[in-house]
Every structure is written in structure tokens, then in C-alpha cells.
């Protein structure tokens, strides 16, 4: 039995179009996880609530001249979740590493942004990666609440356990000062909200090229408080 058949459930299917596994280009994953989230709990009901609109949602793409019925995609349904989140990201290591075995470009829908380690982990045998998120927060604490693995701690889990060539973040606009010291410590490049606002998109667009231009595969992650 594959991992896929063991930690997985059918759900609701992406834009309503669906190629078989074998012929799709992307698979999607849900990851209905929001166990460390504080402040306010609810992403675990996002992979449903994404493929509802999605379905709602004209196919055609005038910006990205892009139809989503001619896109390869194959839905796979949501991971199975543990009470115990060290058992879930194990789980959606195993599911990722999968889907990049058969040579799929793998697609996951959220959940709180913790799923993010468990499916770096995966790509880790991949050489000179980087990982890429948009997210108003660093998310570099060592701990917070007495949690080590969490939505405030992941980015520097990963950077200890992974080690990616590089990591950059996004859109930064809430840190707390212990992150800022481990970002210089460590070498993690960022690119605050404030100077997008400041400065334009286009410079922010070119230091990314220039961060990224000797690097060979690129792990991209979204915490829509991006958009805030």
C-alpha cells in the first residue's frame, strides 16, 4: 500500500477538472491542519473552502493566459491528521516525497503554515533549493507558548534541519527582534512589506532574480496574511 492510499482521503475535487495521477502534470494535496494556530483558529477548512470557489470561478485567465481546464491537474484529496503534529508533518513528508517520486509538481492547499516543514522535508534531497515564502511574518522564534514546532517557529526549523541553500521571505511586516538576529545569523534574506510600499514592486522583483539566479529548484509557500 502506498503512502497516497494510507494517509489520504478523497475530497472535493480542484476547478472540477481531473486527469488520472499518471497523466497529470500538478497534483494537489489539502492539508486540513490547524492545531498550533493562535489567535484565531480556522485554516483546517480551507482545502474544502478553496475547491468550492474553485469551482465557481470562471477557468480562463486573462493575466496569465492560462485555462485551467487545459492544465494537467490531478486532485488527490486532503492528508488524514493527526491529534499529535509531529505525526502529521511525518505523514506529509512521506505523501510529498511520493508525489515527487512519480515526477509530479505537487500542489498544497492549507492549513496553517506548520505543513511547511514537514513538506520541505521532502524536497531535501533536492540539490541547491531554495525556499521562498510570501508571509507577513518571519516565523524564526525558537519557541513560542513552550512549542518548538509551530506556525511562529517553522522557517527556522527548517533552516536547522534542511538547510536549503537559501531561504528569502516575502512581504515581511511583524517580527520580533529574536527573529531579525537570527535572520542576520544565519544569512536569511528578507523583503519587508515597507519597502514594496516604499520602493514599487520592481525592485523587489529584481533582488529576487538576483538571490535566485544561481539556484536549481525553488519550494514556494503563501501565508495569505501576506496580503493584509
Same mark, same amino acid.
Given at each position: 500500500?502506498?503512502?497516497?492510499?494510507?494517509?489520504?482521503?478523497?475530497?472535493?475535487?480542484?476547478?472540477?477538472?481531473?486527469?488520472?495521477?499518471?497523466?497529470?502534470?500538478?497534483?494537489?494535496?489539502?492539508?486540513?491542519?490547524? %492545531?498550533?494556530?493562535?489567535?484565531?483558529?480556522?485554516?483546517?477548512?480551507?482545502?474544502?473552502?478553496?475547491?468550492?470557489?474553485?469551482?465557481?470561478?470562471?477557468?480562463?485567465?486573462?493575466?496569465?493566459?492560462?485555462?485551467?481546464?487545459?492544465?494537467?491537474?490531478?486532485?488527490?484529496? %486532503?492528508?488524514?491528521?493527526?491529534?499529535?503534529?509531529?505525526?502529521?508533518?511525518?505523514?506529509?513528508?512521506?505523501?510529498? %516525497?511520493?508525489?515527487?517520486?512519480?515526477?509530479?509538481?505537487?500542489?498544497?492547499?492549507?492549513?496553517?503554515?506548520?505543513?511547511?516543514?514537514?513538506?520541505?522535508?521532502?524536497?531535501?534531497?533536492?540539490?541547491?533549493?531554495?525556499?521562498?515564502?510570501?508571509?507577513?511574518?518571519?516565523?524564526?522564534?525558537?519557541?513560542?507558548?513552550?512549542?518548538?514546532?509551530?506556525?511562529?517557529?517553522?522557517?527556522?526549523?527548517?533552516?536547522?534541519?534542511?538547510?536549503?541553500?537559501?531561504?528569502?521571505?516575502?512581504?515581511?511586516?511583524?517580527?520580533?527582534?529574536?527573529?531579525?538576529?537570527?535572520?542576520?545569523?544565519?544569512?536569511?534574506?528578507?523583503?519587508?512589506?515597507?519597502?514594496?510600499?516604499?520602493?514599487?514592486?520592481?525592485?523587489?522583483?529584481?533582488?529576487?532574480?538576483?538571490?535566485?539566479?544561481?539556484?536549481?529548484?525553488?519550494?514556494?509557500?503563501?501565508?495569505?496574511?501576506?496580503?493584509?
Amino acid at each position: 500500500m502506498s503512502y497516497l492510499e494510507l494517509y489520504v482521503s478523497p475530497s472535493l475535487v480542484f476547478s472540477g477538472f481531473q486527469k488520472s495521477f499518471e497523466e497529470a502534470d500538478y497534483v494537489v494535496l489539502g492539508v486540513p491542519f490547524d %492545531n498550533t494556530s493562535t489567535y484565531r483558529t480556522g485554516a483546517r477548512f480551507a482545502p474544502t473552502a478553496i475547491r468550492e470557489a474553485s469551482l465557481n470561478i470562471e477557468t480562463y485567465s486573462f493575466r496569465t493566459d492560462l485555462d485551467v481546464e487545459k492544465l494537467k491537474i490531478h486532485d488527490v484529496g %486532503n492528508l488524514e491528521i493527526s491529534a499529535n503534529t509531529d505525526e502529521t508533518l511525518k505523514r506529509l513528508e512521506l505523501v510529498a %516525497n511520493e508525489i515527487l517520486e512519480a515526477r509530479k509538481i505537487p500542489v498544497f492547499i492549507g492549513g496553517e503554515h506548520t505543513i511547511t516543514l514537514g513538506i520541505v522535508k521532502a524536497f531535501k534531497k533536492l540539490e541547491n533549493l531554495a525556499v521562498v515564502s510570501f508571509d507577513a511574518h518571519l516565523d524564526l522564534r525558537d519557541e513560542y507558548l513552550d512549542i518548538k514546532t509551530s506556525h511562529t517557529t517553522f522557517m527556522r526549523r527548517i533552516n536547522e534541519q534542511i538547510k536549503p541553500k537559501t531561504i528569502i521571505e516575502v512581504g515581511t511586516r511583524a517580527v520580533c527582534r529574536e527573529e531579525l538576529e537570527y535572520a542576520e545569523k544565519a544569512g536569511i534574506k528578507f523583503i519587508t512589506s515597507l519597502q514594496i510600499l516604499k520602493e514599487g514592486i520592481e525592485p523587489a522583483k529584481e533582488k529576487l532574480r538576483e538571490l535566485l539566479a544561481e539556484i536549481q529548484n525553488v519550494y514556494l509557500t503563501i501565508d495569505l496574511d501576506v496580503l493584509d
